[in-house]
């Protein structure tokens, strides 16, 4: 089951308290300090590995219990991602949107 965690939205401003995000290449807020629970994506000077859909449009992200189930038989956009001991990411598109998925460990 899905649970929408946040908004993913790209913009070309910079945001209070934007931190960088080596792995990804990318400036990122931290959405659990919005109330709407946005995260604001810039572009660094560098090259993103991320798929263009993601740099360009909104995202949805959920949390899932299974990302791997998630996964099956989608488009990826970009593969499972381990952020930090507690948190894996993926993204695949969906409707043609990009998704973020997002499987805690609990």
Do not use: W
């Not at 910079?14 to 400036?27: A, H, I, R, T």
């Not at 659990?32 to 560098?46: H, Q």
């Not at 948190?87 to 990009?98: D, K, N, R, V």
């Amino acid at each position: 089951m899905r649970k929408l965690n946040h908004i993913g939205v790209p913009t070309n401003v910079s945001q209070p308290g934007e931190f960088y995000n080596e792995g990804l290449k990318v400036y990122l807020t931290d959405f659990t300090k919005s109330p709407n629970r946005l995260e604001f994506l810039r572009l660094g000077d560098e090259k993103s590995p991320l798929a263009e859909l993601i740099q360009t449009h909104t995202h949805l992200a959920y949390e899932v219990d299974d990302i791997d189930a998630e996964m099956k038989g989608k488009k990826v956009l970009m593969e499972k991602t381990v952020c930090s001991p507690e948190l894996t990411i993926a993204f695949i598109e969906e409707e043609g949107i990009a998704l973020e998925l997002m499987q805690y460990t609990k």
